[in-house]
């Protein structure tokens, strides 16, 4: 696919989403309600195949274009499992298993809650010995919810499913690469609603966007965004390549999750207390950003992991352990 198909893919599937994410979807998503006709919307265009190789099953689109994709779903905090579907059937092509039929999503680790595990039709998860698992049958033991309202379900599985090598990222990894991208997507998005509203809101007589210490918090906002968007292109590079990205990914999300707990203050800051409010844009993307920091692995885990890293490659190797990562 040309670089201008790419770009025209981009723009449809970003209208579409903003169809899919209007106000009535968003409040009944939030509230426990399966969207049926917004995932048939983009599963008719083909949009959970993206990951997957032409040659394996997909359409056929550049793996770039599909991660930036990844991307929009964060734009618009998009209520439905098409990120985890992604991924899912992309590793399940790795591993040269079947690709899902209809929704599916990730079980990362015995005990860990599962996005959207209640609606879903088949999940992946990682072996004892490093591959790839397709399991087609569960019991959701307790439904759950993250701070975004999301579905994250405790299930337990009766029978062990197919299982097969992959020989790519550890399905940990690239989970987490798949949510630092939604979170910069989220960010750049959160960015547009503080800075339209600092430019209508008036105090004193005037915008209080001509304040100069608001126009100082909307610049540390607006390069927290900027950190987090080339954390995500780090991010995106490492699951590209595979097994040797992880380090990338394990920077990349330690960066983003910062701009995360920096960014998301400062824009609550600049709303007030309306931005708390559950019906306003900018709580459903904030409490959105709260929970993907922490899933497929939290801040913290990242920055352990890296911190590990850079101890073994000892004084000596530390320059070259640092551009390897990047």
Do not use: C
């Amino acid at each position: 696919m040309s670089t201008t198909d790419g770009e025209m893919l981009l723009d449809v599937v970003d209208r579409l989403f903003t169809d899919l994410t209007e106000d009535g979807a968003m409040r009944r998503a939030r509230a426990g309600e399966w969207l049926g006709e917004a995932w048939s919307a983009v599963e008719e265009m083909g949009l959970p195949l993206a990951l997957v190789p032409e040659e394996k099953g997909g359409f056929g689109i550049a793996a770039s274009d599909a991660l930036a994709i990844v991307r929009l779903t964060g734009r618009h905090a998009l209520p439905l499992p098409l990120a985890e579907t992604m991924l899912a059937n992309h590793l399940l092509a790795e591993a040269g298993l079947p690709l899902a039929q209809g929704p599916a999503s990730i079980a990362v680790a015995a005990g860990a809650p599962v996005p959207w595990g209640r609606f879903v039709r088949t999940l992946v998860r990682e072996t004892s010995g490093g591959g790839v698992e397709r399991v087609d049958s569960w019991t959701v033991t307790r439904e759950g919810r993250n701070l975004a309202n999301m579905p994250r379900d405790a299930v337990a599985f009766a029978t062990d499913g197919s299982a097969a090598t992959h020989g790519g990222l550890p399905v940990l990894a690239a989970g987490a690469a798949i949510r630092a991208l939604q979170i910069a997507g989220a960010m750049e998005r959160v960015v547009e609603l503080t800075a339209t509203h600092v430019s209508e809101r008036q105090q004193f007589g005037r915008p209080i966007s001509k304040f100069q210490v608001v126009q100082h918090e909307i610049a540390k906002l607006a390069s927290e965004a900027a950190a987090a968007s080339a954390a995500a292109d780090m991010a995106a590079e490492g699951f590209l390549r595979g097994a040797a990205g992880g380090l990338a990914i394990a920077a990349a999300r330690v960066r983003s999750g910062e701009a995360v707990g920096i960014g998301t203050s400062v824009a609550q800051q600049m709303h007030g207390a309306i931005g708390f409010t559950e019906e306003h844009r900018l709580h459903w993307y904030t409490t959105s950003l709260w929970s993907w920091r922490d899933e497929f692995g939290t801040h913290s885990h990242w920055a352990q992991k890296l911190g590990a890293a850079a101890l073994a490659a000892g004084g000596a190797q530390f320059w070259q352990f640092v551009t390897e990562a990047a």
